[in-house]
């Protein structure tokens, strides 16, 4: 059960269910509408991401991650840059291949 001070300072544009709040792309698009944009420039948000500028041009050039051109200045918005980050989450058993404890492929022994 979600905790009655934590669901009162929520939005009221959120739905609740006995589990949390109830988000979906038309309740966040809801929460969202009322909240001002909170633009970042490229060095902020290469920053922000703690990767260098031409990587992040890299990933805005790949569609990874939206940006806007106003005249000759990128700009990109927070809430894209946070939804990238989301986006890169790394799913629990998905680097089982990068672990050194694992045991060693029976397939690659070499014959005397």
């Not at 300072?9 to 509408?33: C, K, N």
């Not at 809430?79 to 050194?100: K, M, N, Q, T, Y």
């Amino acid at each position: 059960m979600v905790d009655k001070e934590v669901q009162r300072l929520i939005s009221p544009a959120l739905g609740w269910t006995e589990r949390g709040p109830d988000v979906t792309p038309v309740t966040y698009a809801r929460a969202m509408a009322d909240s001002p944009i909170v633009w970042m420039n490229s060095g902020e948000a290469a920053e922000y991401l703690g990767v260098g500028t031409r990587t992040l041009y890299k990933f805005i050039d790949e569609g990874k991650l939206d940006a806007y051109k106003f005249g000759r200045v990128i700009r990109l918005k927070q809430a894209d840059v946070d939804r990238f980050i989301e986006s890169c989450r790394i799913e629990p058993g998905s680097l089982e291949h990068l672990r050194a404890d694992r045991p060693a492929d029976s397939s690659a022994s070499v014959d005397d």
